[in-house]
């Protein structure tokens, strides 16, 4: 039998300290390690900014899945303790073309209703027939991508050549809840599943294409000079995500009882008033919808 393509794996919870999901099963696979074990492979686990988790906050000084692009890396001019935790990552991990794992898999949570979304940086064979495999393996993935993919990624999964972001919601934050958790961990068991069959090449049929959200802009919340919201999200399209909002569709309820509308063309929209964009002032993202075939 011919070496398996993906050695080492590495799951990663608390990227954002206060996404609990991915933390409480890091936890729980540290005392239960088995159901993470598959015959090709091995698989770790990391924390990876226990500050943040134990402050129960997304992060101290600078969002850490930000912090991995070469520029931050290289930039001595950064200070504050997620540049310091990127450093030691590096360190511990290998940075990128280094990287000791051939695959990692970061656990997020979203306050938005984003389903099993998965998040795709590469358009390779290999990330499109992983994707292609989550979506037989369940319905309510959601698979995104940035419009561009930036070569140079930001985040803590690009350290490898493989990686993928999974981020259930909606949750709150640094809540823990049955069915986030349940879906988190079901998805994590059918990823190294499918890792599995990839080594033995023996991945059942897939679908000719699949179906990605990309990242096309983000609408912010209607602001005062002290960057107050003067608006809300509009019961409309709250937990809307990954639908089509026309134009002329509610968006915003003002504090004076004003509704604003969309003006813009026809787009879907995810992350619909996600409390981790508050400090950035965004209310909601825009995607386009496209049905890529798979790379062989
Ligand atoms: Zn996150």
Redesign the pocket.
Known sequence: MSEPVIKKVLIVGG??GN?STGVFLINKWRQFPKSLQRASFQVDTLLANPKAIAANV?YLDKDL?RCFSQAVLQDETLIGHEIERAHQLVDQLGGKGACQYDLIIDL???TANMGVNLVLTKHDAFHHSMMGYMSTQRDDVVVTSEAEMIPDHHFLCALAERNVIV?VGPVAQGLLHHETIEKTEQATYQLLDFVERYNAQQLPELPESITVFEYTGKISFPRNENNEPLGIVHKDIQYRDFSLLNTGDPIFLMQDGSVITYRDKPTYISFVNEA?YYDQGFAFCTLDKKLIPLCK
């Open positions: 990227t954002h996404e997304r899945n997020h949570t979203s981020e981790a």
